[in-house]
């Protein structure tokens, strides 16, 4: 199992940027795609964006798609989504998660194995 900590979460105004980390630690980093959810109060968990082991492919829900950017540093143990031109539907926890690599990366959610604790993020109108 890998552990996986979120951070840089907070309240930002429409339109604004945050940048959301989650750092890696007990198992290669490498072995994993990783994926972002979120949720809010009422509401399932919702597919964001994820990342294949290498960097070299990124999938996007439709509703961040060309406003959210996924990546990874492998040496640094570490995935990031970039989060530009928010709105207040952004609202929500966003959770990081893994996914074994297994040559297809799955966006289904129960096909994530290890999750971080979540951080909020809030946009204000």
């Not at 890696?24 to 795609?33: E, I, L, M, N, P």
């Not at 297809?104 to 129960?110: G, K, V």
Request: some cysteine; overall charge positive; glycine content about 12%.
């Amino acid at each position: 199992q890998v552990q996986l900590v979120e951070s840089g979460g907070g309240l930002v105004q429409a339109g604004g940027s945050l940048r959301l980390s989650c750092a890696a630690s007990g198992r290669t980093f490498s072995s994993y795609d990783m994926g972002w959810f979120r949720q809010t109060p009422g509401k399932e968990r919702e597919f964001v964006a994820a990342i294949n082991w290498s960097g070299g492919s990124t999938y996007y829900a439709d509703s961040v798609k060309g406003r959210f950017t996924i990546s990874r540093d492998n040496a640094k143990n570490t995935v990031y989504l970039q989060m530009n031109s928010l709105k207040p539907e952004d609202t929500a926890v966003y959770y990081c998660a893994a996914q074994t690599r297994l040559g297809r990366l799955s966006l289904d959610l129960t096909d994530f194995r290890s999750w971080g604790q979540g951080t909020q993020v809030t946009v204000s109108s």
